[in-house]
C-alpha cells in the first residue's frame, strides 16, 4: 500500500504535516507536486477541487484534517483516547482556522495582484486575528497539556501541526508580520522552540527541507 500525496510546488503546512508525520514513522510516500499555471486544467479531476489530496489503493481523498487524521492515525501519532485526540483535533481546526483568517490577505497579493488590498488586509488580520488566535493555541496548551512540551503529554500531529504552523508566522515570509509577536506568548514561544530541538523530529529530511525552503 503506497501513499501518494499530491499538492503545489511549495512548502506549506497543509502538505508538510502529513509528510512530516509518515517520515516520523519511516512510512515511504510518492509526493507529486503540481504547478500552478496546471492547476486550472487538473483542478475538476480532484474530488473537492483543492489540494492536498491523497491517493491509497486507488481511491481518492481530501481535506487536511481528514489526511492528517488519516496519516498520524498510520504513523502512531494520533491517539486511541478520545480525551486526547479531541485535544489534536482541535489543533488541526485551529490551524485551519487561522489559515482562513489570514487567507483574503494572501490571495489579494497572489492571485488578485492587488498589493494595496492585501497590504489593508494584512494589517486587519494583525490587529484583530494575530495576537487572538494565537493566544487561543497557548490557552489549548495550558489547559490540555500538563508538562507543557507536547499538547497531549506525548509527541502527536497535534505538535508537527503547531509546530509547522507557528515556523509559518515566525519564519519573516509573510509581509508585515514579525516574529516578535510570539514573545507575547511566553509559554508557546517555549513550547515552539522546544520542538524545534526534538532530535527524532528535526533529524526528519523534510524538517530540514522546510527550514531552508523559502
Ligand atoms: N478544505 C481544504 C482546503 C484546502 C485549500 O484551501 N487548498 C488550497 C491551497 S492551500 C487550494 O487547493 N487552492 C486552489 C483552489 O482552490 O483552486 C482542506 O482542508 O484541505
Known sequence: MMIKLIYFDFNFWRIDILRLSLS???????????????????????????????????????????????????SKLYDSDDYKAIIIDQVLDWANEITNKIAPSIRAAMREKDLKKSERLRKKFIKNDLHLWFF??????????????????????ADITAWRVIYWFTSGKLDLINASFLNKLPLLKKYYEKISCLEYFSELSEFKEILSSN
Not at 473537492?48 to 489530496?53: D, E
Open 24 to 74: 516520523y514513522s519511516n512510512i515511504p510516500y510518492e509526493y507529486e507536486r503540481i504547478l500552478r499555471k496546471d492547476w486550472i486544467n487538473k483542478k475538476k479531476n480532484y474530488p473537492f477541487a483543492q489540494l492536498p489530496t491523497m491517493i491509497v489503493k486507488d481511491k481518492v481523498y481530501s481535506h487536511t484534517h481528514s489526511l492528517a487524521h488519516f496519516c498520524a492515525k498510520k
Open 136 to 157: 487561543y493555541l497557548e490557552s489549548l496548551l495550558k489547559r490540555s497539556s500538563s508538562e507543557k512540551l507536547f499538547f497531549t503529554d506525548k509527541f502527536s500531529i
